[in-house]
């Protein structure tokens, strides 16, 4: 694996900088096979270059994510309240007839950048994803579209070295069980901010809330 450096706009991330970024995220008392599933893997996770995205205590979230989309077109300080509700309502109103949907992830594996579960199956996900991207184009512009997260995946941490993944890996496929059930109702729009960590050097995420989209908001 390879020191993790967050992009915007294909340039590296300014430090402490907010972007605007449409997620799912996994809740305590919902998706608690997944959080264990996340927390076991996190022993393993410390003992390579490693930044879980979640504290130690067993059912945190902490900053558990799957990316649907970024808004890349500009920083969250760029776009003005307005231009934010605007998105919300289209966000709304795209969403308002897709079924909430339960989906799997994992199994934990490490790449480049730290480690991950993929979703799978991944096409009620990716058709929510398109969903997302219709609203972000009908009011941003196809520039706001320009982000390229890859398959759809859970990231577990980042990575603030190299290190060879290998080992890692064959660790990680001795946990089980290998996957969980993550149950998808919300999208969650966030201001989401990349910052070097003191202590590690490496990339660390935070995050303020914006807005939650129901799904399905028109069958309630």
């Known amino acids: 694996m390879d020191r993790f450096t967050p992009r915007f706009q294909k340039q590296p991330w300014v430090d402490g900088m907010g972007v605007l970024h449409g997620y799912l995220l996994p809740r305590a008392g919902v998706d608690d096979e997944l959080l264990d599933l996340a927390h076991t893997c996190r022993h393993e996770l410390l003992n390579y270059p490693i930044d879980p995205v979640y504290p130690e205590e067993k059912g945190d979230p902490g900053q558990l994510h799957v990316t649907i989309e970024m808004i890349a077109d500009a920083p969250t300080s760029q776009i003005s309240q307005v231009e934010q ?43 929510l994803q398109e969903r997302v991207r219709a609203a972000v184009r009908a009011t941003r512009g196809d520039a706001a579209l320009l982000h ?28 089980t069980p290998r996957r969980a059930t993550l149950h998808v109702d919300t999208l969650h729009l966030l201001n989401v901010r990349f910052y070097i960590a003191a202590d590690t050097g490496g990339w660390r995420m935070s995050w303020e809330p914006i807005a939650e989209i129901p799904l399905g908001a028109t069958k309630a």
């Not at 997260?149 to 496929?173: K, V």
């Open 148 to 175: 390229k997260g890859g398959r759809l995946h859970m990231s577990l941490g980042y990575s603030y070295d190299t290190a060879n993944s290998d080992p890692l890996n064959s660790r990680l496929r001795a946990i």
């Open 85 to 127: 509700r605007t998105l919300v309502d289209a966000l709304r109103n795209e969403l308002a007839d897709v079924t909430p949907f339960t989906t799997e992830l994992g199994p934990p594996i490490g790449n480049t950048a730290g480690a991950v579960m993929d979703v799978w199956p991944e096409d009620q996900a990716v058709a």
